[in-house]
């Protein structure tokens, strides 16, 4: 426990510390890391502990953004009531998705919540008298005082540092028990008297607000949005982060956002073809490590403390 | 509705059917479920429009698109797909790899314009059906749908391979006991599967053209159709083809900004009353 602290601390200071140090692009990058790491994290609460992987997210996370954007700009209202709205809206569109796809699970819980995703692509591409069509809608700039990148770091950072601890909480209460129960075994809770469905609706529920808080933060950080936000790229990169940084550990959400978002700057400054390097990396990762970084370091400590133990 | 619509209905269901075929055919059977099936569609699409305008010939670019399809179907199953077996997700999300790096590299191959597949002159022009002139094109898309879904009912119900398939399926390991090399048999019919893919490239590519986003596009209509069929039967995609083509004609004239919800709305809705589909089984 008291390891656990140090560590807290530890990474609570490296994560003050890092724009005092860093060039002010690379801050926005950080900053960027953090918000999709909370994206991430949403993807694991459902992947990792309720057993259901979504490709959905995306859209959830796009459709805040672009809540978020319509209500300060074409619809001239102020930012906090803006991102308030923008989280009710991904929750309710996650309310409407977990209804349709929680009877599903495995392959067919995927492919439903990609098409759903893709429901809402399509019509932020096509409805184009409120989306913009392809468009997208640019935002009139980030507020005064949040418009420099050290400033919006750390007002970033105190957002996603609550919820990042309330999402901790979440997943380790006697809640996010019964979803690992349910992801174990569904008939075992069910015939324990468990209501299972009502236990996956409500953490579908809090995976989309989540996101929703994710994709808000991403409005006022990027200030523009179009259908490329809510595609099905952005569903798999979000999966993709979160299995790189290890399913169900929660926390790799942030390490494997950080991999995939470095590797996409890396990559990006060297060829436009990102989309393939994102590809391989999904193949590679599938084949070699579909445990992620995090995951794999727990196994590694669990095999050296089995080695030495006896 | 009038009969033009109906006549568009049809004959995108017809496309659907032949691409949502392949995908039901290596879902049912293989327990694959193959997302990078849109990329293969758009794949072969292009394949078929470059053999096509190089030689002029409509049958070569058929030929083309399906053969290249085919072989990236193989190399997929072969090179990939066999490191993940047994896997469910790991194997759908490799697949999901696969389909982003297609499209980039048709992307990098083909440039990002729009590219129509030049169609047969004996196919040019309209023909009079009642009261409304129709491109004859779209009718030998329907007249193709109609055929594809005979030959494959003809393949799986009526041949010894057809038998082998749906012995595979239920008891793969009696079958192998009885000598036959089963994983030959489900590599065809991944390379059947994504042939469909391919032909369908080429023949929506005269109609629909081809463009970077077209592979995302066609797997979500195809998605569609095997939720609402259920997965593996044939008869269920050819339903499901016909409810999202027909669904989706008359959205588009109705509420042309808000089609999508045309077609996954009754989706949706009839998911919730059977999560298996129309004429989907209990694996």
Not at chain 1, 186 to 194: A, I, K, Q
Not at chain 2, 138 to 149: C, D, N, S, T, Y
Request: net charge positive; proline share 3%.
């Amino acid at each position: 426990m008291k390891r656990a602290a140090l560590w807290i601390l530890v990474a609570a200071l490296v994560l003050l510390v890092l724009p005092q140090v860093l060039p002010g692009y690379q801050v926005s990058i950080a900053t960027q890391i953090l918000i999709f790491g909370v994206l991430a994290m949403s993807i694991d609460v459902l992947a990792g502990f309720a057993g259901r992987t979504p490709l959905c997210h995306g859209a959830i996370f796009g459709t805040a953004a672009y809540v978020v954007l319509y209500w300060t700009t074409v619809a001239g209202g102020g930012i906090f009531t803006g991102v308030a709205l923008g989280v009710l809206a991904a929750t309710a569109l996650a309310a409407v998705f977990a209804l349709l796809a929680i009877r599903t699970s495995g392959v067919y819980f995927l492919l439903l919540t990609l098409a759903l995703g893709m429901i809402v692509w399509g019509v932020c591409l096509r409805w184009t008298g409120v989306t913009g069509g392809e468009n997208g809608i640019r935002g009139l700039g980030r507020p005064e005082m949040v418009a420099d990148h050290v400033t919006f770091y750390y007002v970033t950072l105190g957002v996603v540092a609550p919820v990042t601890l309330l999402m901790w909480r979440f997943v380790h209460s006697p809640f996010g028990l019964t979803l690992r129960g349910i992801r174990d075994s569904e008939t075992r809770m069910r015939s324990l008297g468990y209501n299972v469905p009502l236990h996956l609706f409500l953490a579908f529920l809090a995976s989309g607000f989540f996101a929703g808080i994710a994709g808000a933060l991403y409005a006022i950080f990027n200030d523009y949005v179009s259908p490329s936000t809510v595609q099905l790229t952005q569903s798999v990169a979000g999966l993709l982060m979160a299995i790189t940084g290890g399913i169900g550990t929660l926390l790799g959400a942030f390490v494997g956002a950080g991999a995939i978002i470095l590797l996409e700057n890396t990559v990006s400054a060297f060829t436009a073809r990102w989309p393939i390097v994102l590809g391989i990396t999904f193949i590679v990762i599938m084949i070699f490590a579909p445990e992620g970084i995090v995951g794999r370091i727990r196994l590694l400590r669990a095999r050296m403390r089995r080695v030495s133990s006896p | 509705m009038s009969l033009f619509s109906l006549l568009n209905g049809l004959t995108f269901a017809a496309l659907l059917f032949i691409v949502a075929s392949g995908f039901t055919l290596i879902f049912g059977l293989l327990r694959i479920v193959n997302l990078a099936h849109g990329a293969l569609y758009l794949f072969g699409g292009l394949v078929g429009y470059s053999a096509a305008a190089a030689t002029g010939s409509f049958l070569a670019g058929i030929a083309a698109g399906m053969g290249a399809a085919a072989l990236l179907g193989v190399a997929l199953d072969r090179g990939l797909l066999r490191f993940v077996r047994g896997f469910e997700l790991r194997q759908v999300l490799l697949t999901l790899g696969v389909a982003f790096v297609l499209n980039d590299l048709a992307l990098v191959i083909w440039g990002g314009d729009t590219l129509t597949v030049p169609m047969p002159e004996a196919l040019q022009g309209a023909m009079e059906i009642g009261p409304v002139f129709y491109p004859k094109y779209r009718l030998f898309v329907l007249g193709l749908g109609i055929f594809v879904f005979a030959g494959l009912w003809f393949l799986l119900h009526r041949t010894r391979l057809g038998a082998l398939i749906r012995a595979g399926v239920d008891d793969p390991e009696t079958i192998e006991a009885m000598g036959v090399d089963i994983r030959r048999v489900f590599l065809g019919t991944f390379m059947l599967g994504a042939a469909l893919a391919g032909l369908g490239g080429v023949i929506g590519g005269a109609f629909l053209t081809l463009y970077p986003s077209a592979d995302s596009e066609i797997l979500v209509f195809s998605l569609a159709v095997v939720i609402i069929g259920g997965r593996g039967s044939l008869v269920g995609a050819g339903v499901g083809a016909l409810l999202v083509g027909l669904l989706n004609s008359f959205g588009q004239v109705l509420f042309p900004e808000l089609a999508y919800f045309a077609i996954f709305g009754p989706m949706a809705l009839l998911l919730a009353f059977r999560p298996l589909g129309l004429f989907g089984k209990a694996a």
